[in-house]
């Protein structure tokens, strides 16, 4: 009599755990670890975008300007800038 295991090909298993982890870490350090991780990166982030605000002031101040050099480069050609 030939074994049948069709009824296994449709199994599935799954992992009770909310959180993947290493089986030698506890759940709570590594969930801890994580949320400290991820307010990490948003402060990193909050300071990059701090430090580019002035530079976009700056580039607000200078696209103008290299506008209007542009343009008149384009009508009388390069030797405007001499």
Not at 3 to 14: A, F, G, T
Not at 49 to 70: F, G, S
């Amino acid at each position: 009599m030939p074994l049948n295991y069709s009824k296994r090909d449709k199994l599935e298993l799954s992992d009770d755990s909310d959180i993947e982890g290493h089986p030698n870490v506890d759940k709570r350090g590594y969930r801890r670890w994580k949320e400290r991780a991820i307010h990490e990166q948003r402060e990193e982030r909050k300071l990059k975008i701090a430090q580019y605000k002035p530079d976009i002031a700056c580039n607000d101040v200078r696209m103008p300007r290299l506008q209007e050099i542009t343009k008149d480069v384009e009508e009388n050609g390069p030797d405007t800038l001499r």
